[in-house]
């Protein structure tokens, strides 16, 4: 499963739950977006976007 190169967050498990209080696992994928040839989480991204216009990068 892809990972993000920064952070290194991948898929983590959940349940969805049904009104009867049936508990069904699933996976919660974090949100990776190619950015300069590297997979990066949302996350990361707007802090690397912050940090450049601030002008700490």
């Known amino acids: ?3 993000c190169d920064s952070c290194g967050k ?4 959940a349940a969805n739950r049904s ?3 049936v508990k ?3 996976r919660q994928k974090p949100n990776l977006q ?3 040839k590297q997979m ?3 996350s990361c991204r707007r802090a690397k976007v912050k940090k450049m216009k ?3 990068v």
């Open 10 to 13: 991948g898929a983590q498990k």
């Open 24 to 26: 069904t696992l699933r």
């Open 19 to 21: 009104h009867s209080k």
């Open 34 to 36: 190619k950015v300069e």
């Open 54 to 56: 601030k002008g700490t």
């Open 1 to 3: 499963m892809p990972k």
């Open 40 to 42: 990066i989480c949302a």
